[in-house]
């Protein structure tokens, strides 16, 4: 799958100081999150993707143009929802984003049109003739996905899309998300430090802390990976259990009498166990598989941050 | 993304051409600004006076009324009399500057809007271009173009001969207008990027011109020079309009210092946009 976002040794310094340090990653799932704590340097990566901010050194590339060179084509490809409070109060909504699309370069009636089905979209659609300075916070959340959806963007870059919103409001906005993103149609970029919507969303994660990136993980390929991992918990002693499952291929570790870890190779079929214990008169009492939330990789993550010289 | 699916689906129609995009901000600015009755109203008022001299030329070659009242000619279509128009629409054309001016850039800022402009295919300078397109139409409907138009008139009265004879007025008026709008845009443009509210940026905007008078005086007063009208940006511009139709000096300064001095003004707007219409200010430190 061709990148969507590839960061090659990307610098960004405002003055004397560095925040993002030496960044290096190919991203090219559907959905992409950008995790880390406040100051992390999330919003810095976005706004110098958009070409808002110059690199120090490096550089990056989004759908292969480089943003040092190609920034109005990125900016052509992309759809923005910033995470402050953006718009114009005393417009309706459908103007104003009609507005926007228009100088996404849309022509006026398709920009008209298209302003009616992303408001019609986010769920605005009987509110559009509102003046936005009248709308609460969630409909305003929902009026900048749809400045940043309505011109039909590849890309679209949410910088923390669920602030500020109440759980339903969250959950609608969660649902959107990921109505865009099976599309297939749009790669979206989710800057986040609330773990459970990248979670709900995301495809691949991003983690920074302190301008560096100390993780990057293919969730789905994690989730993939930590199937491989199994806990049992058996009754009826061991009566070599451990032995012929190993001598199966698996790789085992008994942490206790009962209990026992086990990492599965590739073809393994877990019938076999089931097979091998019924041989042995023994009982399986719990299996599960190790899940590794995105909470466990984050916290990880952070950890071996912090004992980085 | 059709109302009736309500899903996502791409844009892959025509696009517009780039060039063309500026103009999209000053539609829209165009179509708030005429919903003011006030700022209307005054639009039409800014248009009496050009239509009053339309007139007077008018009556100026009708033979049959100058006879009636025994006149040979009520007054000659000179530098004077365009130099006197020109310094007349002028005012109003700063005041039709105070009342849009402030209200272009200002708002963006205070709704935070600019990260939406300039997160699309839209530079800074297509931006405060769009910007400022507002006031070279509207200022230029009020000096240059009625300004044209009476030279034409009496062209057309006077004959090819005084038209060419007096080509220099009509170069005078437009290139006087030209220089006012610009400073006029810049200057507001400017204070509207750095003042957030639009009350105190048109009080901005008129202390820039009566407080940079005053000083100039106290600057003249005091160091006893001339040089302190180099910061009166209306002596100034009157200065380089009348260079431009051949009068010599009245304040104290040569034509090219004036001259200098304006584009410097302009430079310095400029600058001050430069550091202000972007996207997210950069916090060093």
């Given at each position: 799958m061709a990148a969507v976002i590839e960061l090659d040794g990307l610098n960004v310094r405002f003055g004397q100081r560095d925040i993002l340090k030496e960044l290096r990653c190919s991203m090219s799932g559907r959905a992409i999150g950008l995790l880390g704590p406040n100051g992390a340097g999330k919003s810095t990566l976005i706004n110098t993707l958009l070409g808002f901010y110059r690199p120090f050194a490096g550089t990056a590339r989004v759908f292969a143009h480089d943003i040092r060179t190609g920034t109005r084509e990125i900016r052509a490809l992309?759809?923005?929802?910033?995470?402050?409070?953006?718009?114009?109060a005393s417009m309706t909504?459908?103007?104003?984003?009609?507005?926007?699309?228009?100088?996404?370069?849309?022509?006026?009636?398709a920009a008209l049109e298209r302003a009616h089905e992303a408001l019609f979209y986010v769920g605005l659609g009987e509110a559009r003739y509102r003046r936005l300075g009248t709308y609460s916070l969630g409909m305003k959340q929902l009026a900048k996905l749809a400045q940043a959806i309505a011109h039909g963007p590849r890309l679209v870059v949410l910088d923390e899309p669920t602030n500020g919103l109440d759980p339903p409001a969250r959950q609608r906005m969660i649902r959107l998300i990921r109505e865009m993103r099976d599309t297939g149609e749009v790669s979206i970029l989710i800057s986040s430090?609330?773990?459970?919507?990248?979670?709900?969303?995301?495809?691949?994660?991003?983690?920074l802390k302190e301008g560096r990136q100390v993780h990057y993980a293919n969730l789905e390929e994690e989730r993939r990976a930590n199937r491989r991992f199994l806990e049992l918990e058996t009754v009826g002693g061991d009566n070599g259990f451990a032995d012929a499952v190993t001598a199966l291929g698996c790789e085992c570790a008994l942490t206790s009498a009962h209990r026992i870890k086990m990492v599965l190779p590739e073809s393994f079929a877990i019938r076999e166990l089931y097979r091998i214990a019924g041989e042995r008169n023994i009982q399986i009492r719990r299996m599960s598989y190790r899940r590794d939330s995105l909470e466990d990789i984050f916290l990880k993550a952070m950890e071996s941050a912090n004992g980085r010289p | 993304m059709a109302v009736h699916k309500r899903s996502y689906r791409a844009y892959a129609g025509a696009l517009t051409p780039a060039w063309s995009r500026f103009t999209i901000i000053t539609c829209y600015a165009f179509k708030n600004l005429f919903r003011s009755r006030v700022l209307t109203a005054y639009f039409v008022c800014c248009?009496?006076?050009?239509?009053?001299c339309a007139v007077a030329l008018y009556l100026n070659h009708n033979l049959s009324?100058?006879?009636?009242?025994?006149?040979?000619?009520?007054?000659?279509?000179?530098?004077?009399?365009?130099?006197?128009?020109l310094a007349v629409q002028s005012a109003f054309a700063f005041i039709l500057t105070a009342i849009v001016g402030p209200g272009l850039v200002s708002p963006d800022l205070a709704?935070?809007?600019?990260?939406?402009?300039?997160?699309?295919?839209?530079?800074?300078?297509?931006?405060?271009?769009g910007k400022m397109a507002i006031l070279l139409w509207l200022l230029s409907l009020i000096t240059w173009i009625p300004g044209l138009i009476l030279f034409g008139i009496e062209a057309s009265l006077s004959g090819g001969a005084w038209a060419w004879a007096n080509i220099g007025l009509a170069r005078g008026v437009f290139?006087?207008?030209?220089?006012?709008?610009?400073?006029?845009?810049?200057?507001?443009?400017a204070i509207s990027a750095w003042i957030k509210r639009k009350l105190a940026a048109g009080a901005a905007l008129l202390g820039v011109f009566f407080f940079g008078s005053g000083l100039a005086q106290v600057i003249n007063a005091v160091l006893e020079t001339k040089n302190g009208y180099l910061i009166d940006l209306g002596n100034l511009l009157t200065t380089v309009e009348g260079s431009l139709f051949g009068h010599p000096p009245t304040a104290g300064i040569s034509a090219s210092s004036a001259w200098i001095a304006l584009v410097a003004a302009c430079v310095f707007c400029i600058a001050l946009m430069e550091r202000k219409v972007r996207a997210y200010e950069i916090v060093v430190g």
């Open positions: 992309t759809g923005y929802m910033p995470e402050s409070d953006c718009f114009i909504a459908v103007n104003f984003i009609r507005m926007m699309a228009e100088l996404s370069g849309l022509p006026s009636g430090h609330l773990l459970r919507d990248v979670e709900e969303t995301c495809e691949e994660v991003l983690i | 248009f009496f006076y050009p239509l009053g009324l100058l006879t009636t009242l025994n006149i040979r000619q009520v007054f000659a279509v000179d530098s004077d009399f365009f130099l006197h128009f709704n935070n809007a600019l990260p939406l402009y300039l997160c699309r295919p839209f530079s800074r300078a297509e931006y405060v271009v290139i006087g207008s030209a220089i006012e709008i610009l400073v006029f845009s810049l200057l507001s443009l």
